[in-house]
């Protein structure tokens, strides 16, 4: 079957597949598969059976084409393909409810280099890495997931992704309500905390600004009664997110001011981290070069206190969507240079290195 031919069929088999005529589609889809020798074709016959066979409930199946439709993207060697296969092999291992396999893949498809698809894809891949999160009750990483899809649904003015995410929201919610009533019965205060901060969390994200504050205000009442020092940062850094989007900037700095001196108390860097890119984006904004520079620098500092960067090239882990590469050692790499660097030993520990895993 030809290129010409098989485009036909593939319209064919839309056709009947709208028309709810599903097994005769399917049919026609697998015919298809069966005798087309053309490599685009094929793919994208492989995404209609991998959306047919999601939308029935046939998750296996769907895990089944996914797999070949990875396959024939190799093949055809082209970046945009890949990563839709692979945000493919992601949906259907979280229809299956295999979370860490769903963000394993989905890490693979931030991993990608920069692609045309990118754009359009990018919420997805946030969506669903949001309900593997979710599926594993690990709340803050959803939440950060489900805002990067909503950010996503927002510049890409794409309302059917903006009302798949509303929905992940709301089972978000519904968890986080349940753990809520179970903390409240049992009189665990870090949990009553834990999900007061998701509630403002979830509130900040839909722009409910007057009902995230008072959460906030609650959460970190308890951080402080239970002496939760880090969970103090947490509810400061949501408080200055509320006040930068009512553009209220200095006081936004004065609660990164609060978080950024009991972080330092802590000596959590991953929370200064965050709080110097937060400064830096407000005194961009106000056009304060002196400060803006100062938190730059500080910024850097945090990022080489933390080794996050790679210790081949130098360059910063996270800046660009790079791919990496853990070794036994657990110390992390771009893979390229790993790839370029052509030892079996770490670079850093000089320990021979078995097959490496990837992140």
Same mark, same amino acid.
């Given at each position: 079957?030809?290129?010409?031919?098989?485009?036909?069929?593939?319209?064919?088999?839309?056709?009947?597949?709208?028309?709810?005529?599903? &097994?005769?589609?399917?049919?026609?889809?697998?015919?298809?598969?069966?005798?087309?020798? %053309?490599?685009?074709?094929?793919?994208?016959?492989?995404?209609?059976?991998?959306?047919?066979?999601?939308?029935?409930?046939?998750?296996?199946?769907?895990?089944?084409?996914?797999?070949?439709?990875? %396959?024939?993207?190799?093949?055809?060697?082209?970046?945009?393909?890949?990563?839709?296969?692979?945000?493919?092999?992601?949906?259907?291992?979280?229809?299956?409810?295999?979370?860490?396999?769903?963000?394993?893949?989905?890490?693979?498809?931030?991993?990608?280099?920069?692609?045309?698809?990118?754009?359009?894809?990018?919420?997805?891949?946030?969506?669903?890495?949001?309900?593997?999160?979710?599926?594993?009750?690990?709340?803050?990483?959803?939440?950060?997931?489900?805002?990067?899809?909503?950010?996503?649904?927002?510049?890409?003015?794409?309302?059917?992704?903006?009302?798949?995410?509303?929905?992940?929201?709301?089972?978000?919610?519904?968890?986080?309500?349940?753990?809520?009533?179970?903390?409240?019965?049992?009189?665990?205060?870090?949990?009553?905390?834990?999900?007061?901060?998701?509630?403002?969390?979830?509130?900040?994200?839909?722009?409910?600004? &007057?009902?995230?504050?008072?959460?906030?205000?609650?959460?970190?009442?308890?951080?402080?009664?239970?002496?939760?020092?880090?969970?103090?940062?947490?509810?400061?850094?949501?408080?200055?997110?509320?006040?930068?989007?009512?553009?209220?900037?200095?006081?936004?700095?004065?609660?990164?001011?609060?978080?950024?001196?009991?972080? &330092?108390?802590?000596?959590?860097?991953?929370?200064?981290?965050?709080?110097?890119?937060?400064? &830096?984006?407000?005194?961009?904004?106000?056009?304060?070069?002196?400060?803006?520079?100062?938190?730059?620098?500080?910024?850097?500092?945090?990022?080489?206190?933390?080794?996050?960067?790679?210790?081949?090239?130098?360059?910063?882990?996270?800046?660009?969507?790079?791919?990496?590469?853990?070794?036994?050692?657990?110390?992390?790499?771009?893979?390229?240079?790993?790839?370029?660097?052509?030892?079996?030993?770490?670079?850093?520990?000089?320990?021979?290195?078995?097959?490496?895993?990837?992140?």
């Amino acid at each position: 079957m030809g290129q010409d031919q098989t485009k036909q069929q593939i319209e064919k088999g839309l056709q009947l597949y709208q028309s709810n005529q599903t &097994e005769k589609a399917l049919q026609v889809w697998t015919k298809v598969l069966e005798k087309s020798s %053309d490599l685009m074709g094929r793919f994208r016959v492989l995404g209609c059976l991998v959306t047919a066979h999601s939308e029935m409930g046939r998750y296996k199946e769907m895990l089944k084409f996914a797999v070949v439709q990875i %396959d024939t993207a190799r093949e055809l060697e082209d970046a945009d393909f890949l990563l839709e296969s692979y945000l493919n092999l992601a949906r259907s291992n979280e229809k299956l409810c295999e979370f860490h396999k769903t963000i394993s893949y989905c890490k693979t498809c931030l991993g990608l280099p920069g692609t045309r698809a990118g754009a359009q894809l990018g919420g997805q891949v946030s969506l669903s890495m949001g309900n593997a999160f979710l599926g594993l009750s690990v709340f803050q990483k959803a939440l950060e997931s489900f805002e990067k899809a909503l950010r996503y649904a927002h510049n890409n003015d794409d309302a059917m992704l903006e009302c798949r995410v509303c929905c992940s929201l709301g089972s978000f919610y519904a968890q986080v309500k349940e753990s809520m009533k179970i903390a409240l019965q049992h009189g665990d205060r870090p949990l009553q905390a834990l999900c007061l901060l998701c509630f403002a969390d979830i509130h900040r994200s839909r722009g409910d600004l &007057e009902t995230a504050f008072p959460r906030y205000d609650s959460a970190m009442s308890i951080m402080t009664e239970i002496g939760n020092r880090l969970g103090q940062v947490q509810a400061l850094l949501g408080v200055a997110k509320c006040w930068v989007a009512r553009k209220a900037l200095d006081k936004a700095l004065d609660a990164i001011e609060r978080a950024q001196d009991l972080a &330092e108390e802590v000596g959590n860097k991953l929370s200064q981290l965050k709080l110097h890119c937060l400064s &830096e984006s407000i005194y961009r904004s106000k056009g304060l070069q002196r400060e803006l520079r100062a938190h730059v620098v500080r910024f850097h500092e945090c990022v080489e206190e933390m080794e996050l960067y790679c210790g081949l090239c130098g360059e910063s882990i996270g800046e660009k969507n790079s791919r990496l590469q853990a070794l036994p050692c657990s110390h992390i790499f771009h893979l390229r240079c790993l790839q370029n660097n052509g030892t079996r030993s770490c670079p850093n520990c000089r320990r021979s290195s078995m097959k490496p895993g990837f992140v």
